[in-house]
């Protein structure tokens, strides 16, 4: 009975908001001229976080980030994988797909705390595309010896 109150999906799903921290800078007019995944290029981006968000790059260090950002011009109607119809969106990367929230993650070129800037290598995001958040990744996180919960 507990399994089916925890997994049962809610009667009633709040709308969700979700403001962008800023933008992201990339040679690539849109994501299909961009590589299919980032790191394995070398192409440069710029990360500039609005001014309201310069402080959370406070004590950032890293050689590595994650960019969490919106794919605001892709299809969000797709379902399947247009090269392989056999395939869903879910199965996927593509950034068509119904919420088109994508994770890339790139080399830290260098970083501007005071311009609240990151220049990046191995970016795949589409130029002027809207940043939602910025992560260490999984394995940095994992070796901290500090709490990340507030």
Not at 13 to 33: A, H, L
Not at 75 to 80: E, G, K, N, Q
Not at 97 to 122: F, K, M, W, Y
């Given at each position: 009975?507990?399994?089916?109150?925890?997994?049962?999906?809610?009667r009633h799903r709040p709308g969700m908001e979700c403001d962008p921290?800023?933008?992201?800078?990339?040679?690539?007019?849109?994501?299909?001229?961009?590589?299919?995944?980032?790191?394995?290029?070398?192409?440069?981006?710029?990360?500039?976080?609005?001014?309201?968000?310069?402080?959370?790059?406070?004590g950032f260090d890293g050689d590595r980030v994650v960019v969490v950002?919106?794919?605001?011009?892709?299809?969000?109607?797709?379902?399947?994988?247009?090269?392989?119809?056999?395939?869903?969106?879910?199965?996927?990367?593509?950034?068509?797909?119904?919420?088109?929230?994508?994770?890339?993650?790139?080399?830290?070129l260098s970083v501007d705390h005071e311009a609240g800037r990151l220049?990046?290598?191995?970016?795949?995001?589409?130029?002027?595309?809207?940043?939602?958040?910025?992560?260490?990744?999984?394995?940095?996180?994992?070796?901290?010896?500090?709490?990340?919960?507030?």
């Amino acid at each position: 009975m507990i399994a089916a109150t925890l997994f049962s999906p809610p009667r009633h799903r709040p709308g969700m908001e979700c403001d962008p921290i800023g933008t992201v800078y990339t040679p690539y007019e849109t994501t299909s001229e961009a590589p299919r995944q980032g790191f394995h290029e070398d192409a440069e981006g710029v990360v500039e976080l609005d001014p309201a968000y310069h402080d959370g790059l406070t004590g950032f260090d890293g050689d590595r980030v994650v960019v969490v950002w919106w794919a605001d011009r892709a299809d969000r109607s797709v379902l399947t994988l247009d090269r392989n119809p056999a395939r869903g969106v879910f199965t996927s990367r593509s950034p068509a797909r119904p919420n088109p929230v994508c994770v890339t993650e790139c080399r830290v070129l260098s970083v501007d705390h005071e311009a609240g800037r990151l220049r990046l290598g191995g970016v795949d995001m589409a130029d002027g595309s809207p940043v939602i958040d910025l992560k260490v990744p999984v394995d940095v996180q994992r070796g901290s010896d500090e709490s990340d919960s507030t």
